[in-house]
């Protein structure tokens, strides 16, 4: 059964104090991993398709790296703007389409 | 690119009532969309997969005659909770992939539904 993990739960930073939030993942035949950024009462935002171990994505202070079991999305100088749910789900070669979602981490960043 | 929208945005019924939510894709045309329901602090659990010109899949546990789903055209579907009661209150969220867009398996949400029954 594909499944999705994500640590930790939540996440206080101080405004530039860089860190990484984890997906560790099971699912048979990756299609794709996916980050999405969700608001509090808003729909996820897309940010990052994975789809191979190595592969490293970037947009302004967000990287997103993949290998084999787990995906990282690192954040580096974080300002108070990127507080937010971070989510993470996969997409396997069983699923036809369907995500499967990790519980999210949520960030707080503090000025 | 890839804009998913819903309508609307927040909505508040009477038990027993039926509330109609509609997806659509405002860029792209979508043969699938998903429809998802989130509850506080939890994350996004799906609900069933609509296709354009067949019936929709739905997953283990919920009851289709409950979540009727219309997927009426290339950009919109539909999600009608049908006698909607007070459990059914929840944050409901469609998603569609561009296929378009180079990356045929990421999907793009929209901004979600507020039901709240009364």
């Known amino acids: 059964e594909d499944q999705v993990t994500q640590s930790p739960e939540a996440l206080r930073l101080q405004e530039g104090e860089s860190s990484s939030l984890n997906c560790s993942y099971t699912v048979s035949g990756l299609r794709g991993l996916f980050w999405y950024r969700q608001d509090p009462g808003k729909g996820p935002e897309f940010l990052f398709t994975?789809?191979?171990a190595g592969e490293e994505k970037e947009k302004e202070r967000l990287k997103a790296t993949l290998t084999k079991k787990e995906s990282f999305l690192h954040i580096t100088a974080p300002k108070p703007e990127d507080s937010a749910t971070y989510l993470c789900?996969?997409?396997?070669?069983?699923?036809?389409?369907?995500?499967?979602f990790g519980q999210g981490t949520t960030l707080q960043v503090k000025p | 690119g890839a804009v998913v929208s819903q309508h609307p945005s927040w909505v508040i019924c009477k038990s027993g009532t039926s509330v109609k939510i509609e997806c659509r894709s405002l860029d792209f045309q979508a043969t699938t969309m998903f429809w998802y329901r989130q509850f506080p602090k939890q994350s996004l659990m799906l609900m069933a997969t609509?296709?354009?010109?067949?019936?929709?899949?739905?997953e283990q546990g919920v009851e289709k005659d409950k979540f009727l789903i219309n997927h009426a055209s290339l950009t919109l579907s539909t999600l009608t909770v049908t006698s909607a009661h007070p459990e059914d209150s929840s944050f409901y969220i469609c998603?569609?992939?561009?296929?378009?867009?180079?990356?045929?398996?990421?999907?793009?949400f929209g901004p979600g539904t507020r039901l709240t029954v009364l």
């Open positions: 994975l789809y191979s």
């Open positions: 789900a996969v997409h396997g070669s069983s699923n036809t389409g369907k995500l499967i």
């Open positions: 998603s569609a992939p561009d296929l378009t867009s180079g990356s045929e398996d990421t999907q793009y």
């Open positions: 609509s296709n354009e010109g067949s019936k929709a899949t739905y």
